[in-house]
Every structure is written in structure tokens, then in C-alpha cells.
């Protein structure tokens, strides 16, 4: 049976931020990315707040944003198609009920 040694004095802990620290040291420090303006949107900014940092972004610029923010920013847009994409079609399956419904 193979014997397993770890490193004296080193523990789940330091191996665990010497992870994170290699992880984020492989990504960019800022992304570049522009919010379209919607219809729906209320004023001219986009606020986010990732870990107590608050920011504006406006609409339709280009601006460099932390990464984490960025990310943020990506997965709130991503959620809100798939959002959409889930009431378009129960309100497809639903007029199609009441067509059904009204034609008896």
C-alpha cells in the first residue's frame, strides 16, 4: 500500500490559499466589457456590487472592470436570458391553452 507524506508544518489551509493564489494569478486582473441599454432599464448606469465594492457601469461604454465584477456582470446577464427565455414559452404554452380551452 502507498504511503501518503505530506510537507511538516503545512497545513489544509496554506495549500488551500496557495491554490487560490495560483488560480488567480492564471486570470486577468480587468475585463473589458460594454452593457447594451435595454428598454426596460432604469437610468443611464448599471449597478453592481461584488464583496462590498459598489459600482455604476455605465450603458453603452466600454469600460475595464475588475474581473470578479465582470464575471458578476456575465453570469446576472446570462440568468436573465435564460429568465426570458423561460416566460416566452409558458406564455406560448399558455395562449395555446386558451385557444384549446375557448375553441370547446
Known amino acids: 500500500?502507498?504511503?501518503?507524506?505530506?510537507?511538516?508544518?503545512?497545513?489544509?489551509a496554506d495549500a488551500h490559499l496557495e491554490m487560490i493564489t495560483a488560480l488567480r494569478a492564471k486570470r486577468p486582473e480587468t475585463k473589458r466589457m460594454e452593457i447594451p441599454?435595454?428598454?426596460?432599464?432604469?437610468g443611464n448606469s448599471?449597478?453592481?456590487s461584488v464583496n462590498g465594492r459598489r459600482f455604476?457601469?455605465?450603458?453603452?461604454?466600454?469600460?475595464d472592470l475588475p474581473y470578479?465584477?465582470?464575471?458578476?456582470i456575465e453570469e446576472s446577464r446570462a440568468s436573465d436570458k435564460?429568465?426570458?427565455?423561460?416566460?416566452?414559452?409558458?406564455?406560448?404554452?399558455l395562449n395555446d391553452t386558451a385557444r384549446k380551452l375557448l375553441q370547446i
Do not use: H, I, W
Open 68 to 72: 470578479e465584477v465582470a464575471k458578476v
Open 56 to 63: 455604476l457601469v455605465p450603458y453603452d461604454t466600454q469600460v
Open 82 to 93: 435564460a429568465v426570458t427565455a423561460r416566460r416566452r414559452k409558458l406564455a406560448g404554452q
Open 37 to 42: 441599454s435595454t428598454e426596460s432599464q432604469e
Open 1 to 12: 500500500m502507498a504511503k501518503v507524506t505530506t510537507e511538516p508544518n503545512r497545513s489544509a
Open 46 to 48: 448599471f449597478f453592481v
